[in-house]
T-cell receptor, first 111, second 115 residues
C-alpha cells in the first residue's frame, strides 16, 4: 500500500538526551501530520507540514519536511519524562480526509 | 469544548455477546473515523463517514462488524457476535476538513475485552 514507514520502532534515552524519529514514503506526500499518544491515552495532533523543506518548531520539538516531500523527521531536544509516548507520522490520502498512519516510534525516557 | 465523547470507556464481555460502542463527534465536524488499536497490528482504520455517509469500510475485519451514523452527532460500532480476538482499544475520531488543515481529534477510546 501507500504506507509511511517510521524508524526506529523503539527508542530508550536518558533524560536530557536528544531524540529523533524518521518517517519515510516511497511516494511524494502532499502533507504529513504528526501525533503523540501517551501511554494509556489517545493520539493527539501535534503539527501538519505541507511545504517542501518546511521546518516548524514547538518549544523543544522540531519538525521537518524533506525537500522531495518523501520524508519527515521529529527531533526532540533535551528530552524530559513528559516526552514519553508513541509518536506517529501520517499522511492524508488525497482529498478524502483519511489518514494513513505509520507504525509509530515509542519513546522511553529514563530519569 | 467537550471533545469527542466515547462510551463506554471499558467493556468486558463474553465471547458470542453483542457489543455496541458509541461516539459523539465534535459539533460541526464533517468526518468521523473508527479505529482499532492493538499491540500486534497498531492503529487500524476500520471505517469512516463523511456527512454521515460511510465512505470507506475496507478496514472492517468481517461481517461481524457494522457501523452506523444516523445523524451528525452520533455513531455506533457494533460487533456481533464478539470474539476474543476483537479485544482492543477502539477509538473514534472526528475532523473538519478544510483547506490547509485536516487534523483529527480522537476520543479517549473504549477498551474492549472479550473473554
Amino acid at each position: 500500500g501507500q504506507q509511511v514507514m517510521q524508524i526506529p520502532q523503539y527508542q530508550h534515552v536518558q533524560e536530557g538526551e536528544d531524540f529523533t524519529t524518521y518517517c519515510n514514503s516511497s511516494t511524494t506526500l502532499s502533507n504529513i501530520q504528526w501525533y503523540k499518544q501517551r501511554p494509556g491515552g489517545h493520539p493527539v495532533f501535534l503539527i501538519q507540514l505541507v511545504k517542501s523543506g518546511e521546518v516548524k518548531k514547538q518549544k523543544r520539538l522540531t519538525f521537518q519536511f524533506g525537500e522531495a516531500k518523501k520524508n519527515s523527521s521529529l527531533h526532540i531536544t533535551a528530552t524530559q519524562t513528559t516526552d514519553v509516548g508513541t509518536y506517529f507520522c501520517c499522511r492524508l490520502r488525497g482529498n478524502t480526509g483519511k489518514l494513513i498512519f505509520g507504525q509509530g516510534t515509542t519513546l522511553q525516557v529514563k530519569p | 469544548d467537550a471533545g469527542v465523547i466515547q462510551s463506554p470507556r471499558h467493556e468486558v464481555t463474553e465471547m458470542g455477546q453483542e457489543v455496541t460502542l458509541r461516539c459523539k463527534p465534535i459539533s460541526g465536524h464533517d468526518y468521523l473515523f473508527w479505529y482499532r488499536q492493538t499491540m500486534m497490528r497498531g492503529l487500524e482504520l476500520l471505517i469512516y463517514f463523511n456527512n454521515n455517509v460511510p465512505i470507506d469500510d475496507s478496514g472492517m475485519p468481517e461481517d461481524r462488524f457494522s457501523a452506523k451514523m444516523p445523524n451528525a452527532s452520533f455513531s455506533t460500532l457494533k460487533i456481533q457476535p464478539s470474539e476474543p480476538r476483537d479485544s482492543a482499544v477502539y477509538f473514534c475520531a472526528s475532523s473538519f476538513t478544510s483547506r490547509g488543515r485536516n487534523e483529527q481529534f480522537f476520543g479517549p477510546g473504549t477498551r474492549l475485552t472479550v473473554l
